[in-house]
């Protein structure tokens, strides 16, 4: 009698990983969604005219309204294999809102999105591992 045993591991693994990668792709878009969202809803900051239009201002703390549109379509993500997805903004000014300066504030916009977006991925990784 023989028997011959065969390991399931590679298959798994591969499995395991492709599941791992699509959560991280759905999770960074989740993330993108929810900054640009954020930016588009009421604002509670000051108004004032420019131009011939009145723009209404984040306040301390909201994320930052639109007015150009120049931040919220600089948001851009980038893939770095196929478990690390990498997220910026190619407006200079990003940093500054998200942050704040010394004269200004926080208006942050990326770290909110990122922490509604954590127990999602957490939960992902979970289930994965069942």
């Known amino acids: 009698m023989t028997i011959a045993l065969q390991s399931q591991i590679p298959t798994l693994r591969a499995t395991l990983r492709r599941r791992a990668s699509r959560l991280v792709r759905d ?5 993108v969604a929810t900054a640009k ?3 588009t809803g009421p604002k509670s900051g000051r108004g004032y005219r420019r131009g011939n239009r009145t723009h209404q201002a984040s306040a301390p703390g909201e994320a930052p309204a639109v007015d150009t549109g120049l931040l919220i379509n600089s948001i851009q993500t ?10 910026g903004v190619g407006a200079e000014y990003g940093i ?7 004269r ?6 990326l770290g909110p999105a990122f922490e509604q977006a954590k127990p999602i991925f957490e939960a992902g990784i ?3 591992l069942k």
């Open 126 to 128: 979970r289930e994965l």
């Open 27 to 31: 999770v960074r878009d989740r993330i």
């Open 96 to 102: 500054w809102l998200e942050f704040g300066t010394r």
């Open 78 to 87: 980038a893939e770095e294999g196929d478990l690390r997805a990498v997220l």
């Open 37 to 39: 969202i954020s930016m």
């Open 104 to 109: 200004m504030a926080p208006r942050p916009f």
